[in-house]
C-alpha cells in the first residue's frame, strides 16, 4: 500500500512539474523569440552592411590622418585590450593582439622605403581600428547602414528607382545559378515585407477538398472569364492557405452562395492557419460553461 501511495505521489509530482513547466515555457517563449529576432536582425544588418561601412569610416581616417590623437587611444594598453588576440606572449604573460603586432612591428624600423610605406599603413589602419572599437564606432556603422537601407527604400519607390530595379532583377534572372534562387526568396520577401494587401478582400469558409470538409480562404476577385462562361452559377475566386506555411496553398474557384464570410481580418487568419487552429481569435473561442460541484 504504501509503495502504491509512492508511485502516485510520485507520478503526480511529473504530472505538476510537466504542466507548470509547459505554462513557463508558454510565458518565456514569446519575449525570448521576439529578442532573438531583434538579435538577428541587428547581427543580420551589422554583419552585412555596418562592418563594410565601419571598415570604409576606418579607412577614410587613416588617409586622413597617419594615428588618432594619443589622447584618444593609448598605443600601448589600448591594442592590448581591445583588439584581436592572437597566439603569442609577450615576456610578461601578456596576450599580444593582431593590432599590437602591426603597431610594432619591426618593418616600422626598416631602410627600405616600400617596406616602411606598407608598414606604416599596417600602423596606421590598427590604430584607427582600435579607436573604432574603442568607442563603439560599429554602432555608428550599424546606424548608417539602417539609414542608407532607408533611402534605397526611398529611391525604389521613385520612377528610375523602380526602373533600374526591373533592369537589375532582369539581369539576376539571366544569371544560370541565381536565377533558380532568386525569384523563390524575392517571393517570400515580397509576401513579408511589402506594404500591398495581395488583393485579399475578406476571409471566408468553403467546403474544400470535399464536402462536409471546411476550410478558411481569403477572397481575392472574381473567377477566371472561361471558368465562369462554362458555369450558372456566379463564382468567387478564393486562395486557401496551407499550415504552417500560408506563403503556399491553393487557389479554387467555388459559387458565391456556397462561401461563408467570416467576421476576421486577413492577420486573424493567417495567424489561425499558421498554428494549425490552435490560435483563435478571441471571439472565436468557446465559451466557457460552468460545471456543477
Excluded at 554583419?47 to 594619443?70: F, N, W
Excluded at 548608417?144 to 539576376?172: K, Q
Excluded at 526568396?185 to 488583393?199: I, N, R
Excluded at 506555411?245 to 459559387?255: A, C, D, K, L, S
Aim: some cysteine.
Amino acid at each position: 500500500m504504501s509503495d502504491s501511495r509512492k508511485q502516485t505521489e510520485s507520478s503526480s509530482t511529473r504530472d505538476d512539474f510537466r504542466r507548470f513547466f509547459l505554462r513557463g515555457v508558454a510565458a518565456v517563449l514569446p519575449t525570448l523569440l521576439t529578442i532573438a529576432i531583434i538579435v538577428w536582425a541587428y547581427r543580420f544588418i551589422n554583419d552585412y552592411v555596418g562592418v563594410y561601412i565601419t571598415r570604409g569610416m576606418v579607412a577614410i581616417c587613416s588617409a586622413i590622418s597617419p594615428e588618432p590623437d594619443p589622447a584618444w587611444v593609448d598605443f600601448e594598453k589600448d591594442p592590448l585590450k581591445y583588439g584581436r588576440p592572437i597566439d603569442v606572449w609577450d615576456e610578461w604573460g601578456q596576450r599580444l593582439t593582431e593590432e599590437y603586432k602591426y603597431i610594432h612591428h619591426n618593418a616600422l624600423r626598416n631602410t627600405d622605403e616600400e617596406i616602411l610605406a606598407a608598414a606604416e599603413r599596417q600602423r596606421s589602419a590598427a590604430l584607427w581600428r582600435i579607436a573604432a572599437t574603442k568607442y563603439k564606432l560599429h554602432l555608428l556603422g550599424f546606424a548608417i547602414g539602417i539609414i542608407l537601407v532607408y533611402f534605397i527604400g526611398r529611391f525604389l519607390a521613385s520612377f528610375i528607382g523602380r526602373v533600374s530595379w526591373r533592369l537589375g532583377e532582369r539581369l539576376l534572372n539571366r544569371i544560370p545559378v541565381i536565377r533558380a534562387i532568386y525569384p523563390s526568396v524575392k517571393q517570400v520577401t515580397d509576401f513579408l515585407f511589402s506594404e500591398a494587401d495581395f488583393g485579399f478582400s475578406g476571409v471566408v469558409a468553403v467546403e474544400y477538398p470535399r464536402k462536409g470538409v471546411w476550410s478558411i480562404g481569403l477572397t481575392t476577385g472574381s473567377p477566371m472569364v472561361q471558368v465562369q462562361r462554362r458555369c450558372d452559377k456566379s463564382l468567387q475566386t478564393v486562395f486557401i492557405p496551407s499550415s504552417p506555411t500560408p506563403i503556399t496553398g491553393y487557389v479554387v474557384q467555388v459559387p458565391r452562395e456556397d462561401v461563408i464570410e467570416l467576421n476576421l481580418s486577413v492577420d486573424e487568419a493567417f495567424r489561425f492557419t499558421i498554428s494549425g487552429g490552435v490560435i483563435k481569435p478571441g471571439d472565436e473561442l468557446p465559451e466557457k460553461t460552468e460545471t456543477g460541484g
